[in-house]
T-cell receptor, first 121, second 110 residues
Framework: GAVVSQHPSWVICKSGTSVKIECRSL??????MFWYRQFPKQSLMLMAT?????????EQGVEKDKFLINHASLTLSTLTVTSAHPEDSSFYIC?????????????????FGDGTRLSIL | SQQGEEDPQALSIQEGENATMNCSYK?????LQWYRQNSGRGLVHLIL?????REKHSGRLRVTLDTSKKSSSLLITASRAADTASYFC??????????FGDGTTLTVKP
């Protein structure tokens, strides 16, 4: 099955630090990657959608200068939380979707990484 | 805003029993997906059912879709302790991005 690797799995850092999270599709080409944020016992909140080679599309209320997304290749997207503060502490999850051979793009499931727990002190 | 809404929010059953979770949504969809999330982990895709399908099976999982009622159900038969997790439905209306519900937390007691 499709595998998505997310790294690191856990980050603890001081306020003001910038943190980069990587999301890699290991055995398929991800035309689109999604970045989510999840608070305890809550659902996933979509932050942004990134397509390879183009600028990410951010959801309403998500600061694009705060959460920098780069999708430089078909297998790698990064999320950088700039000048992180305690309120940025959360569980961040990426997912990737491939183009598929026969099925329409919209009928491809998302494949998720294992998430990154970010704690800002 | 949330598109999918799962019901119930929490479900506790004994091992061997069946577990049924429901999902309702509001707009037209291309497909609906069910995912499982173990605590502190990412989501695992379980089943995708297209808007022109009414029922789909995968092992002990059975998913139904009623587009007239804008609802779906996930049935897990002969549940096991390892099925303990949160289950989410996600709708995929058009632009290629899914919208997740708040999930059902399933606890299967051994």
């Amino acid at each position: 099955g499709a595998v998505v690797s997310q790294h690191p799995s856990w980050v603890i850092c001081k306020s003001g630090t910038s943190v980069k999270i990587e999301c890699r599709s290991l055995d398929f080409q991800a035309t689109t990657m999604f970045w989510y944020r999840q608070f305890p016992k809550q659902s996933l909140m979509l932050m942004a959608t990134s397509n390879e080679g183009s600028k990410a599309t951010y959801e309403q209320g998500v600061e694009k200068d705060k959460f920098l997304i780069n999708h430089a290749s078909l297998t790698l997207s990064t999320l950088t939380v700039t000048s992180a503060h305690p309120e940025d502490s959360s569980f961040y999850i990426c997912s990737a979707r491939g183009a598929g051979r026969r099925q329409h793009y919209s009928n491809q499931p998302q494949h998720f990484g294992d998430g990154t727990r970010l704690s800002i002190l | 805003s949330q598109q999918g809404e799962e019901d119930p929010q929490a479900l506790s059953i004994q091992e061997g029993e069946n577990a049924t979770m429901n999902c309702s949504y509001k707009t037209s969809i291309n497909n609906l997906q069910w995912y499982r999330q173990n605590s502190g982990r990412g989501l695992v895709h379980l089943i995708l059912i297209r808007s022109n399908e009414r029922e789909k099976h995968s092992g002990r999982l059975r998913v139904t879709l009623d587009t007239s009622k804008k609802s779906s159900s996930l049935l897990i038969t002969a549940s096991r302790a390892a099925d303990t997790a949160s289950y989410f439905c996600a709708t995929d209306p058009s632009a290629g991005k899914s919208t997740f519900g708040d999930g059902t937390t399933l606890t299967v007691k051994p």
